[in-house]
């Protein structure tokens, strides 16, 4: 493990493997090295490049300091951007796709890909609740971590109050429970884009050449929000993976990246 500082004092931990070309990874909500899907992705993507996983701020080994605006997420990324070399490929899933967009508006990345941030732009789902950011704040300041996790994930992700429920029992559960306290830094990174309402051509900064991509086996309000997103950035392209779920599979992921970042 290696750390560097980012403007604010946190530590920000992280990992570099392989050799090539500098590639930046984004955790999504609640993710970290060592229970992260970007894990098997760096192995499967280090032999052609120089590899970087982080803890996001508040995670695993990474310190943090309030109060939390996504500009100091911003800041981390332009840290470990500093210690890739200057400049390196970007890559974000989930809310973590979300965070990428946003660096890239600054800092000096070569070619950014996305996989499915979780934009909510029509009927195909319910609409993130205009009144959740604060409810989510105040079930955590009362403690109540489990409560944060469960209100995540189904009004945040949309899953079913079952599946919530099934969830509760397996041993991952407790480690939801530790990270729980960053939910609120995720969904200030994307309730903005989680009403139902089309995307704006909010992202005109960000003209390096972006891959946003989705599951074929995703739902359908994630694949029209990634969709979305594709036609209003101005330098991007739209891929689909075939069989691929949000929880998409590094074996599927990694060769498209390759041969996006190396084109």
Known sequence: MSTT??????KIAYTRAGSGPAL???DGAM???GSSPNDALAKELAARFTVYTYDRRGRGESTDTGPYAVEREVEDLAALVKEAGGEAFLFGI??????????ARSLPV?????????????DTRRPVPADYPARLDAVLAAGKRGQAVKMFMTEGVGLSGAVVAAMRIMPFWAKLKRVAPTLPYDTALVV?????????AAWPEVKVPTLVADG???PAWMRNGVSSLAKVLPSAEYKTLPGQ?????????????????LS
Do not use: N, W
């Open 110 to 122: 070569t070619k950014l890909a996305l996989y499915e941030p979780p934009f909510v732009v029509d």
């Open 192 to 200: 903005e884009h989680q009403s139902g309402e089309p995307l704006p």
């Open 94 to 103: 989930s809310s973590g796709a979300a965070l990428a967009l946003e660096a």
């Open 24 to 26: 930046v990874l984004v």
């Open 31 to 33: 993710c970290y090295r």
């Open 216 to 218: 074929g086996k995703s």
């Open 5 to 10: 500082v980012s403007a604010d004092g946190t």
């Open 245 to 261: 779920t949000h929880i998409v599979k590094a074996a599927a992921l990694a060769p498209v990246l390759a041969d996006f970042y």
